[in-house]
C-alpha cells in the first residue's frame, strides 16, 4: 500500500499526463505544446515536472503506453459484449468508436506518433499496435481454429482498416459515423469471410495432395 507522499506523487504525475492530453486536438500535436504549458495546465510549477518525468519525451512515451493499454482494455470490453451474445464484429466496431469518443485525443496521439519524427515515439507505437494485433490474433485463433499464420494475417488486415477507419472517425458528425461504422463492419465482415475461405480452400489443397 502507498504510503500519503507516494500517492500525492502519483496523483500528479496522472494530473500531468492528463493535461498533456487535454492539449491535444486537430490543430495541436504533442510536439507543439511546452513543458511550461502542460505544468501549468496540471496546476505545478515547470521545476516541479522533473520530479515525475525526465523530460517531455519520457512523458510523451507514457502517454503512448497509455493509449495501448486502453486499446488492450477496449478488446476486453468488446469480448464481454460478444460473451452476452452480440455480433463479434459489430460489438468489436461499436466498443471501438466509443473509445474514439471518449478518447479522440489518445489515437491521435497514436495517429500522428505512428509516423512522427522520432524514432523511439515510432517503436513505442508500433508496439502497442502489435499488442493490440497480437491479442486479436489470439483470440481468432482460439475461436476459429486457424493456424497463427492465418490469424496474424487476417488479425493485421483488420487493424490497418480499424485505424483507417478511427482517423476519418475523429473529425466527421454523428450521421457520417454511423455510416462509417456500417461500412466497416462490412469490410471487416469480408476478410474474415475470405480468410475464411482461404484457409478453407488451402486446406483442400493439402487433402487433395495427400490422397
Request: charged share 30%; net charge positive.
Amino acid at each position: 500500500m502507498m504510503g500519503v507522499r507516494a500517492q500525492q506523487k502519483e496523483k500528479t504525475r496522472r494530473s500531468l499526463v492528463e493535461a498533456a492530453f487535454s492539449q491535444l486536438s486537430a490543430e495541436r500535436s504533442f510536439a507543439s505544446r511546452s513543458l511550461r504549458e502542460v505544468a501549468r495546465e496540471a496546476g505545478i510549477e515547470p521545476t516541479s515536472f522533473y520530479r515525475h518525468f525526465r523530460d517531455v519525451d519520457e512523458l510523451g512515451l507514457t502517454m503512448v503506453d497509455d493509449s495501448g493499454l486502453m486499446l488492450r482494455q477496449l478488446m476486453r470490453q468488446a469480448r464481454q459484449r460478444i460473451a452476452k451474445g452480440g455480433s463479434v464484429i459489430r460489438s468489436s466496431v461499436s466498443t471501438f468508436m466509443e473509445f474514439i469518443g471518449n478518447n479522440p485525443n489518445a489515437f491521435r496521439l497514436l495517429l500522428r506518433e505512428r509516423s512522427g519524427t522520432s524514432a523511439a515515439f515510432r517503436a513505442a507505437v508500433a508496439r502497442e499496435i502489435q499488442h493490440f494485433i497480437a491479442e486479436l490474433a489470439d483470440y481468432l485463433e482460439l475461436e476459429n481454429h486457424m493456424p497463427r499464420a492465418f490469424t496474424e494475417a487476417q488479425a493485421e488486415a483488420m487493424v490497418t482498416i480499424v485505424f483507417s477507419a478511427g482517423a476519418e472517425a475523429l473529425d466527421i458528425g454523428a450521421e457520417q459515423r454511423r455510416q462509417l461504422e456500417e461500412r466497416l463492419v462490412l469490410q471487416l465482415r469480408m476478410i474474415a469471410k475470405g480468410a475464411y475461405y482461404w484457409y478453407r480452400r488451402e486446406q483442400e489443397k493439402i487433402a487433395h495432395h495427400s490422397e
